[in-house]
């Protein structure tokens, strides 16, 4: 039952009350993390593992140790009050220890802080149930997560349910869980475990909740900030969402951020549901404080994410144990296999949008390794590489936190159609920074997202010799890519039903990456237009971006006026309505900083423009500016 139909039949019991009770607010405190990835140790601005020489400048972020020490004196602060701490899944992979103690170094940390309920990401299953099996063995709290669905063969048994209730200062809480609907896709869920539909198995979950009288609902989900926003905030009776996946850094003060903290999102039931994350890698813990009604119904939610910097002293004892346990890999991690002249770019936001420095680096390096087998075509999926490089020597420790999958070398031969839908297939999740995004050597392709899925591709030519010539969809190319997408893996079905004479060559990625470096040394990080993004509006060229100068964190200052068609780009915000052409790097965000010195009022220009992806708008398109 949705909720303004709920609170319609209580209308007259309430009236009928003579003795003028009243029913007091009950406020929630959410502290939160999600997208963990083993950041195990502190990280440097690159979300590599910092180095001591890092520490000593206090330049570090993160790590378990911190974390636990900020949760702590949160609980401190919060003495007495109504406190969850909630983990938003994908604790797995990402660093040297999960390689060397898959899962079970994670759920220690984990411990110590003591979880209230975790829900599973889709990377949990990297090792498939195995993996998740040993991690279920050793945590001490409960998973959740509606739309994991195991047969009666399943090693994982009945340990994650659909949700839970929790008694939270006396009231019935209840969290459901749900992870991305393409996990089998994204990791390696194994033949005995089902994912079904997040928002059929949540609502499922949610009405089994109601029956229990529970009426404060968490959505605890794996699904991403834009799937979160579409779609599970708007499940009937879902009172908040407090989500993982897309590593969004959702912020009030921060001009970088996705949007605000929390965001506010229109439930059919007729109240508004707190949508919160987190970013990743312990860098931030969501801080979110929820006041509902006598009624259930959320009637003001507020707060921002706490940075997790180096102001933040760990925690003794838990630094110790990492060192105990960083023993055994710090040998291979500590060893130099290259140096590197500037630093090479591995961000999640250009590998997963655009030609990345890793990507070209990395793709060069792979179709290098097979060059003597004939293989001509290099392509990797940009969320597979987790984390830049800075300049200087370069560690084998750095060359395996950028490829931390355990993938291999794979090679294989495909026809030029099964090629041209490969990429389509990688360019289809753009607006979600979707991590089968291609990164290739031996070829060049342009793309227009304004396109519809499947018609991106504008053109695609291979190299033949020292020339690039078009891609013939008839002919029989060979490729390299890595094992996971030669399996169908991140959606590239085409190379596991039409590829042939796969060979899974080996050895890992990691390897080809450091011997490659090793060779190449001093390395310089390089682009070359091997990928390029065409502007949508027929015929233009892209726009370059306004100069405009950011704010600092948590300052209110507002940001320089982007180009507009006006002509006048220095000119303040007109109280009528505006136009502005889309500059490379323009989000909602920073537009509603600009126009209106609010970020948070980006939804207006979002609803004046049909809702477009926040952070992937489409360069060469102009937007209606309604007024303030």
């Not at 411990?111 to 279920?136: C, I, P, Q, R, Y």
């Not at 089998?184 to 869920?189: I, K, N, R």
């Not at 420095?357 to 987790?386: H, P, Y």
Request: hydrophobic fraction near 35%.
């Amino acid at each position: 039952m949705i909720r303004h139909m709920r609170t319609g039949l209580m209308t007259a019991s309430i009236l009928a009350l003579s003795s003028g009770a009243a029913f007091a607010d009950y406020e929630l405190n959410i502290l939160h993390i999600n997208d963990l990835h083993s950041r195990i140790e502190s990280i440097n601005k690159f979300d590599s593992t910092c180095s001591a020489e890092e520490e000593g400048k206090n330049e570090c972020f993160g790590g378990v140790a911190r974390l636990k020490a900020l949760i702590d004196t949160k609980r401190q602060e919060l003495s007495g009050k109504n406190v969850l701490l909630l983990n938003a899944g994908d604790n797995f992979q990402g660093s040297l220890f999960f390689t060397t103690y898959k899962g079970l170094a994670e759920a220690e940390f984990l411990n110590l802080m003591k979880f209230d309920a975790m829900t599973v990401g889709n990377h949990e299953f990297d090792e498939s149930e195995d993996g998740l099996a040993g991690f279920l063995d050793k945590i001490t709290f409960p998973v959740v997560t509606a739309n994991v669905l195991p047969s009666h063969k399943s090693k994982i048994g009945d340990r994650i349910k659909p949700s839970i209730v929790l008694d939270v200062g006396g009231q019935k809480v209840g969290i459901v869980g749900a992870v991305a609907n393409d996990t089998p896709e994204l990791s390696s869920p194994g033949p005995d475990i089902l994912i079904g539909d997040d928002v059929a198995t949540t609502t499922a979950a949610v009405e089994e909740l109601k029956k229990q009288g529970v009426d404060k609902i968490i959505a605890l989900t794996h699904v991403g900030y834009p799937r979160d926003l579409a779609a599970i905030a708007k499940i009937p009776d879902v009172d908040i969402v407090v989500g993982g996946h897309s590593h969004s850094l959702l912020s009030n003060t921060d001009p970088k951020a996705e949007g605000p903290y929390p965001t506010m999102v229109d439930n059919p039931g007729g109240y508004k549901v707190p949508v919160v994350q987190a970013a990743s890698y312990t860098k931030y813990l969501g801080d979110l404080v929820v006041t509902f009604d006598d009624k259930g119904v959320v009637k003001a939610a507020k707060g921002d994410p706490i940075l997790v910097d180096s102001s933040v002293k760990p925690d003794e004892a838990v630094l110790a144990r990492v060192a105990e346990l960083g023993k055994p890999i710090e040998e291979l991690r500590s060893k130099i296999i290259a140096k590197t002249e500037a630093p090479i770019d591995g961000s999640r936001e250009n590998c997963r949008t655009k030609e990345c420095e890793m990507g070209s680096l990395l793709t060069d390096a792979m179709l290098d390794r097979v060059k003597g087998q004939g293989v001509t075509i290099a392509i990797t999926n940009g969320g597979g590489l987790r984390a830049s490089i800075d300049a200087g020597d370069v560690s084998m420790g750095e060359a395996i936190t950028v490829l931390p999958f355990q993938n291999t070398v794979a090679t294989f031969q495909i026809k030029g159609d099964g090629i041209r839908e490969a990429l389509e297939n990688g360019l289809s999740k753009l607006e979600e920074g979707g991590g089968r995004f291609p990164q290739v050597a031996g070829m060049k392709f342009s793309f227009d997202k304004s396109k519809p899925v499947g018609s991106r591709v504008v053109s695609v030519e291979v190299k033949e010799g020292e020339g690039y010539v078009a891609l013939d969809p008839a002919k029989t190319y060979s490729l390299v890519t890595n094992n996971y997408m030669r399996n169908g893996g991140d959606g590239y079905d085409i190379f596991k039903e039409k590829g042939e004479n796969a060979y899974d060559y080996g050895p890992g990625l990691e390897t080809v990456l450091a011997d490659y470096l090793a060779a190449h040394q001093p390395f310089k990080p390089y682009t070359d237009g091997r990928i390029t993004e065409v502007a949508s509006a027929a015929g233009a060229a892209p726009v370059e971006p306004a100069t405009e100068t950011k704010p600092a964190t948590g300052t209110d200052t507002t940001a320089t006026q982007p180009a507009a068609t006006s002509g006048d780009a220095s000119a303040p915000a007109a109280s009528g309505p505006q136009k502005h052409v889309i500059a490379k790097g323009d989000t909602l965000w920073d537009l509603a900083k600009s126009f209106y010195g609010e970020g948070s009022l980006w939804k207006k220009i979002s609803e004046a423009n049909g809702k477009p992806a926040p952070r992937a708008l489409h360069v060469g398109t102009e937007l209606e500016i309604p007024a303030k």
